[in-house]
């Protein structure tokens, strides 16, 4: 009888484990929300609308990388082979999209083509500037800190 009761229950784990190994666990990932393209042009016709962009850049600078982030902001990174800018820009929502949560030494608000533009590093040096205006919110990203007044001159060329 009680080799009846432990095959019984083998048979009965045996069952139990075929029925559950042919099924698959639901999907628990979101999805990716940053699009890569290979033009600026692709990635505003994907996003459904044009953005300004930097016109001046740090000598050496060239556009490496263009993608979407949830079709509601473009992402421009500019590379010198050693050092990343990374620039944001999507419709205006009043918030920052600079994605960066880093606290900084420095915070200092500046007036740039008339807008506050709120800059953030250390030592004298910026690592970020966040801004907006009536149609879009900005961000500009340094992996490597920039002077002050470089950071200055790249926003100011953001016109739109």
Same mark, same amino acid.
């Given at each position: 009888?009680?080799?009846?009761?432990?095959? %019984?229950?083998? !048979?009965? $784990?045996?069952?139990? %484990?075929?029925?559950?190994?042919?099924?698959?666990? +639901?999907?628990?990932? *979101?999805?990716?929300?940053?699009? @890569? #393209?290979?033009? %600026? @042009?692709? &990635?505003?016709?994907?996003? =459904?609308?044009?953005?300004?962009?930097?016109?001046? *850049?740090?000598?050496?600078?060239?556009?490496? +990388?263009?993608?979407?982030?949830?079709?509601?902001?473009?992402? *421009?990174?500019?590379?010198?082979?050693?050092?990343?800018?990374?620039?944001?820009?999507?419709? $205006? =929502?009043?918030?920052?999209?600079? =994605?960066? #949560?880093?606290?900084?030494? @420095?915070? @200092? $608000?500046?007036? !740039?083509? =008339?807008?506050?533009?709120?800059?953030?590093?250390?030592?004298?040096?910026?690592?970020? &500037?966040?801004?907006?205006?009536?149609?879009?919110? #900005?961000? *500009?990203?340094?992996?490597?800190? %920039?002077?002050?007044?470089?950071? !200055?001159?790249?926003?100011?060329?953001?016109?739109?």
């Amino acid at each position: 009888m009680k080799k009846w009761i432990i095959c %019984l229950a083998a !048979v009965i $784990a045996l069952s139990m %484990l075929s029925a559950c190994a042919g099924q698959k666990p +639901a999907e628990s990932q *979101l999805p990716n929300p940053i699009e @890569e #393209y290979e033009t %600026l @042009e692709d &990635a505003q016709a994907a996003a =459904g609308f044009e953005i300004p962009t930097p016109a001046e *850049l740090p000598e050496g600078y060239t556009l490496e +990388a263009v993608t979407t982030i949830a079709k509601s902001t473009i992402q *421009l990174i500019y590379t010198d082979g050693q050092n990343d800018l990374t620039y944001r820009c999507g419709k $205006a =929502g009043g918030s920052d999209i600079s =994605g960066d #949560y880093n606290v900084y030494d @420095e915070e @200092e $608000a500046a007036d !740039v083509n =008339g807008n506050s533009v709120l800059m953030k590093g250390a030592d004298g040096s910026r690592s970020l &500037a966040v801004w907006q205006d009536d149609a879009f919110s #900005y961000s *500009l990203h340094a992996a490597s800190p %920039l002077p002050k007044e470089q950071l !200055v001159k790249i926003v100011e060329s953001v016109k739109n």
